[in-house]
């Protein structure tokens, strides 16, 4: 159900901390990690501890979880001293989406190219 954990979740297991990860950043809704694979020297995906499918879902149920991921993402950026970083939220799978659990990518640290892949 959304919003309760999933057990086949890989971010609900880093959430739970059953699963290690770098993290940067916690709150009481989100938590901040580095990706596995990064694509740029800052790469950091913020997720809302609740479990939504994508961004597009979470913002519908949960507005305010929603915001919260965008002042992490923020955060992030500023605690690696970023002037410039894009943040991306992947929704579906033909955009890129391989772990349906909310999260946002925050990169920056290069040049990043526009249109993005």
């Known amino acids: 159900m959304a919003g309760e954990a999933q057990e086949d979740c890989l971010f609900c297991k880093i959430v739970?901390?059953?699963?290690?990860?770098?993290?940067?950043?916690?709150?009481d809704t989100t938590v901040a990690f580095r990706d596995i694979n990064p694509q740029a020297p800052t790469h950091v995906l913020v997720i809302p501890k609740v479990h939504y499918?994508?961004?597009?879902?979470?913002?519908?149920?949960?507005p305010a979880i929603a915001a919260d991921v965008l002042r992490e993402a923020r955060s992030v950026a500023d605690e690696d001293k970023l002037d410039s970083y894009r943040i991306v939220f992947n929704t579906g799978s033909g955009a890129g989406q391989t772990v349906w659990h909310t999260h946002a990518h925050v990169l920056g640290g290069?040049?990043?190219?526009?249109?993005?892949?």
């Open 110 to 117: 290069r040049g990043l190219e526009w249109p993005p892949g």
């Open 53 to 62: 499918a994508d961004a597009a879902e979470l913002a519908a149920a949960e």
């Open 16 to 27: 739970a901390k059953h699963i290690p990860a770098t993290i940067v950043r916690e709150t």
